[in-house]
């Protein structure tokens, strides 16, 4: 059964940082690629961050490049999301998932088969 596991969520002041961490179990995690996604109330879910299984390749996306940090661990089996220059508009529901890509970055949710619960983040003005 593969299970994802999000922490490092919370409340955070504009311009503050923060980084989340997405465990992974049941699968060999250092075969396929990882993304984070988000979800603000009321809007759908959409693509953040998505790094390849060797880490070689990295994709983001417009509104946090420069500003997010994804990095994976492969002997940990653990993805992390350092964010920094936290906006109000950052505030969402953060999900880790990972599906049957490997070498390429997809960023449509549908392409991912596996998500963690998720992990609010807040970001007061």
């Known amino acids: 059964q593969v299970q994802l596991v999000e922490s490092g969520g919370g409340l955070v002041q504009t311009g503050g940082s923060l980084t989340l961490s997405c465990a992974v179990s049941?699968?060999?995690?250092?075969?396929?690629?990882m993304a984070w996604f988000r979800q603000a109330p009321g809007k759908e879910r959409e693509f953040v961050v998505g790094?390849?299984?060797?880490?070689?390749?990295?994709g983001y996306a417009d509104s946090v490049k420069d500003r997010f940090t994804i990095s994976r661990d492969n002997a940990k089996n653990t993805v992390y999301l350092k964010m920094n220059g936290l906006k109000p508009e950052d505030t969402a529901v953060y999900f880790c998932?990972?599906?049957?890509?490997?070498?390429?970055?997809?960023?449509?949710?549908?392409?991912?088969?596996?998500w963690g619960q998720g992990t609010q983040v807040t970001v007061s003005s």
């Open positions: 998932a990972t599906g049957d890509a490997f070498g390429r970055i997809p960023r449509g949710t549908y392409e991912y088969g596996y």
């Open positions: 790094i390849s299984a060797s880490g070689s390749r990295i």
């Open positions: 049941g699968r060999t995690f250092s075969r396929y690629t």
